[in-house]
């Protein structure tokens, strides 16, 4: 199962006791409804509302690149894969058990910004395991010999804290997309290449431009690929499927240690082991960077009220791992 429907608010009678249930890999118990106490009337309502709201735009996700963003910003080429979404479906989950689902929960679909959550991830586990030594270094001195990411009078003050809070403000081109073509700054086209430039720390802004360079940054300092380090890291121990899949770029490559690299971009388990306590604490096992720790700054504090902000922000904005 690859979507967790999360519609408790709407379906739940008064708590009752039971032991956490944590699905092992390869299964998931069902229930009835009223096995759970669960309202199946407003259960049956809130499928219908599901099923009645699927998104109204083409399920041919090219489509809705080229006629959303790329309808407004430059640079709109795809160099990933793009795929045809099946109809609405989904699941309910209520205690660990699946209590409803509809349309074929078994069709393989894209998902895009939530690799950030798996991105994230896997940064925070290189601070954890202390390849990272503090999130307020700068990253430049983390890079290879040769890459000149970070050079230069302002790209040289960023720090691991800024790019993962979107802070950053880095200037530059990454595999072929500057940073400015996303979500540009002007009023007019000719204004987009000439953005103000802002002090790293001070001005957030939602980039993915910058998400891939924490992608790169964070490779270089594994020295191995992403999507080995979180399968090996987190996935495998967690018991998720493996038939996720995460891609990069089409002209993402780079030679690593004598190696070609795909450098990537910014399942059911994941998302269940997020929202049932056993589940996180199975995570928080694993990552112990969300939770509070003597190596400076909290990742995030423990009980995922209140986030560092980025400087000018409220404090509930972003985590810096932002799967929580």
């Given amino acids: 199962m690859r979507i967790i429907a999360v ?7 008064l708590p009752v006791a039971a032991k956490p249930y944590f699905p092992p890999p390869g299964q998931w118990a069902t229930a009835t409804p009223a096995s ?3 309202d199946e009337q407003k259960l049956a309502e809130a499928v219908a509302y599901a099923i009645a709201s699927e998104n109204p735009a083409s399920r041919d996700q090219a489509i809705v690149q080229a006629t959303t963003f790329g309808a407004k910003e430059p640079y709109d080429q795809i160099i990933g894969p793009m795929g045809v979404r099946a109809a609405a479906n989904g699941v309910i989950i209520y205690r660990g058990k699946l209590i409803a689902q ?9 998902t895009h910004s939530i690799a950030k959550t798996f991105l994230t ?3 925070g586990l290189a601070w ?3 390849l990272i030594r503090d999130l307020q ?4 001195p983390y890079m290879p010999h040769g890459v000149d ?4 009078e302002h790209n040289s003050q960023i720090r691991w804290d800024h790019l993962l809070r979107q ?13 400015w073509a996303d979500r540009p700054e002007g009023q007019t086209p000719a204004d987009w290449p000439n953005r103000p430039l802002r002090t790293p720390g001070t001005f957030y802004k939602y980039n993915d431009v910058r998400i891939n360079l924490l992608a790169l940054s964070t490779l270089y300092v594994w020295r191995k690929p992403l999507p080995q380090v979180l399968n090996e890291q987190l996935m495998q121990p967690i018991g998720a499927s493996a038939t996720w899949r995460w891609y990069g770029y089409e002209n993402s490559w780079i030679e690593l240690d004598g190696q070609r690299v795909q450098s990537v971009s910014g399942g059911g388990h994941w998302g269940e082991a997020f929202l049932s306590m056993p589940g996180i604490w199975r995570v928080l096992a694993i990552c112990s960077c969300v939770m509070a720790s003597g190596r400076g700054s909290n990742w995030l504090v423990a009980t995922g009220l209140n986030w560092p902000a980025p400087v000018g922000l409220p404090t509930r904005n972003m985590a810096l791992l932002t799967g929580f």
């Fill in 167 to 179: 802070t950053s403000d880095w200037q530059g081109t990454l595999w072929g997309k500057p940073d």
């Fill in 128 to 130: 954890q395991q202390g």
């Fill in 137 to 140: 270094d700068r990253v430049g």
């Fill in 36 to 38: 759970l106490k669960v």
């Fill in 102 to 110: 509809w349309g074929d929960v078994d069709s393989v679909d894209m």
């Fill in 149 to 152: 990411l970070y050079q230069g």
């Fill in 121 to 123: 991830t896997v940064t």
């Fill in 7 to 13: 519609l408790s608010l709407l379906l739940l009678a």
